[in-house]
């Protein structure tokens, strides 16, 4: 079991040594309106890119470990098939955030919101806001009160 704490990090890590969150993929429509999406428009850096418009992908950094991997061919059928919920982006600044994201061209899906989430050892509260980006993703900006 992995525990953590929101100031200490890691506390017990048996198993893989030195994990960390490295990327989440997603499809795209149009990884070029994609890119500018997250680039210019939330601020996030380009990291890689390969391929084609047509048959391609792309890695953008979210922060100093994360990664959002992009890859075109986003069709009704790569969508139907696809196994994802959302993905969060911390972030101080929640209102900023979202915002920021409708301002570049996100659809809000809902507006920022505190929620206490039970948990094991105790709830933990949070301030949270979604909308969703170019190719329809569920985008969580998320910071722990």
């Not at 680039?39 to 890689?48: A, D, I, K, M, P």
């Not at 993703?137 to 969580?140: L, N, P, R, V, Y």
């Given at each position: 079991m992995i525990?953590?704490t929101?100031n200490?990090?890691?506390i017990s890590?048996p198993g893989?040594k030195?994990?960390?969150?490295h990327?989440?993929?997603?499809?795209?429509?149009?990884?070029?309106?994609?890119i500018?999406?997250y680039?210019?428009?939330?601020?996030?850096?380009?990291?890689?890119r390969w391929?084609?418009?047509?048959d391609?992908?792309?890695m953008?950094?979210i922060?100093?470990?994360?990664?959002l991997e992009?890859?075109t061919k986003g069709?009704?059928?790569?969508?139907e098939s696809?196994?994802?919920?959302?993905?969060?982006?911390?972030?101080?600044d929640?209102?900023?955030a979202?915002?920021?994201?409708l301002?570049?061209?996100?659809?809000?899906?809902?507006?920022?919101?505190?929620?206490?989430?039970?948990?094991?050892?105790?709830?933990?509260?949070?301030?949270?806001a979604f909308v969703?980006?170019?190719?329809d993703?569920?985008?969580?900006f998320?910071?722990?009160?």
């Open positions: 525990y953590y929101k200490q990090g890691v890590m893989i030195n994990p960390y969150f990327h989440v993929a997603l499809y795209s429509r149009d990884i070029d309106k994609t500018d999406f680039t210019n428009g939330l601020g996030l850096t380009l990291f890689r391929g084609t418009k047509e391609g992908g792309a953008i950094k922060g100093s470990e994360g990664i992009v890859f069709t009704d059928e790569s969508e696809a196994r994802y919920n959302h993905f969060a982006i911390y972030t101080e929640i209102d900023h979202y915002e920021l994201a301002k570049c061209g996100a659809k809000p899906s809902k507006p920022p919101f505190t929620a206490d989430i039970p948990a094991d050892g105790g709830p933990f509260k949070v301030y949270v969703k980006g170019p190719d993703e569920e985008i969580e998320y910071s722990e009160i």
